[in-house]
């Protein structure tokens, strides 16, 4: 059955990839909304979809088609828009009687989830978060080797390198994106999959240690319940591995485990029509899902400084 959707932060940088997933499970973008009005994106997939450039009238056309009856009514409302916005923007989702589907971090600040937990039993809707690598096949594999190697030993930890580094220009820190009241700090903005991912094979956070958290790059340590991270995000282009300069990729994404690497540069194309399939279909991950990772991020941002040791990420040691 087609279902209606609604967007806000149409001209976004994720916002084609929730685009391409409603037009290609084969349901309809209504209405669109952003500040800024270069969405030529809509042309290729929508180009019958409304759109605003201000919220409070995208917020009125939501409540007319809610009023004009169930053909009309958004059933979901996808969130694109920068960090500090999300918590609102779901808040505005249920009360127009749609459920959000709403990009990473669905907050910045853990106490409001338990503010959009309360919305969804008032309104009966639900609010649900992108959390994509959980859909990657190669991590799903890698989930279940690892929970089959835990049953035969249990008592064994697995020693994690986990390494990020994607190339942002200048433009990053005069943006949203560099203002940690507004994206959360770089740990929150292009960190949150990575952190759930591993909260979600390893489990739990036993202690952590954070060495070094500056504007283009932060790492430290984390002992989970069945694994001890060390971890480095970085949007620096010089720490990216010469190898992948040479082959002119601009990001580079690998988790190391014991002697084994595990390289997930690939295979992020199609994950956000696999995120929306998986909602339609009744799966979908919601608030609880997206709250160690939120609470994990928290505590980096505001964790006292350790001092880098050899038990650090080796790109720091070089530091």
């Not at 770089?186 to 979600?200: E, P, R, V």
């Not at 790059?217 to 992948?244: F, T």
């Not at 994950?271 to 505590?299: C, F, N, S």
């Amino acid at each position: 059955m087609n279902k209606n959707f609604a967007m806000l932060g149409a001209s976004g940088f994720v916002a084609p990839r929730h685009m391409k997933a409603i037009h290609t499970l084969g349901h309809t973008l209504k209405a669109a909304c952003d500040p800024y009005d270069g969405v030529g994106i809509l042309d290729r997939y929508f180009p019958q979809c409304r759109f605003f450039t201000e919220v409070e009238r995208f917020d009125r056309y939501l409540e007319r088609c809610r009023r004009q009856g169930e053909a009309d009514t958004i059933d979901y409302l996808s969130i694109c828009s920068p960090n500090y916005l999300h918590d609102a923007h779901c808040r505005l989702a249920i009360r127009s009687g749609a459920a959000a589907i709403c990009e990473k971090p669905l907050v910045i600040s853990p106490w409001n989830l338990d503010q959009l937990s309360a919305l969804e039993e008032e309104h009966h809707q639900k609010i649900y978060t992108v959390l994509q690598l959980r859909l990657h096949e190669s991590v799903r594999a890698l989930k279940e080797q690892l929970a089959q190697q835990q049953r035969e030993t249990p008592n064994e930890r697995t020693q994690i390198e986990l390494t990020y580094i994607t190339r942002r220009g200048q433009w990053y820190h005069q943006s949203w994106k560099g203002s940690p009241n507004k994206s959360g700090t770089l740990a929150m903005n292009i960190g949150i999959h990575f952190f759930d991912m591993l909260l979600w094979m390893f489990g739990q956070v036993r202690s952590q240690r954070v060495h070094i958290r500056e504007d283009n790059k932060v790492g430290g340590v984390l002992e989970l319940e069945n694994a001890d991270v060390r971890w480095l995000l970085s949007i620096d282009a010089n720490d990216l591995p010469s190898q992948s300069v040479e082959q002119g990729n601009h990001a580079y994404r690998a988790l190391h485990m014991g002697e084994r690497s595990f390289d997930f540069s690939t295979g992020f194309d199609d994950l956000h029509t696999k995120v929306y399939d998986d909602i339609l279909q009744g799966g979908g991950y919601g608030i609880e899902d997206a709250r160690p990772a939120v609470e994990l991020v928290h505590q980096i941002r505001h964790k006292v400084l350790s001092p880098i040791d050899e038990e650090a990420h080796p790109m720091l040691l070089s530091l």
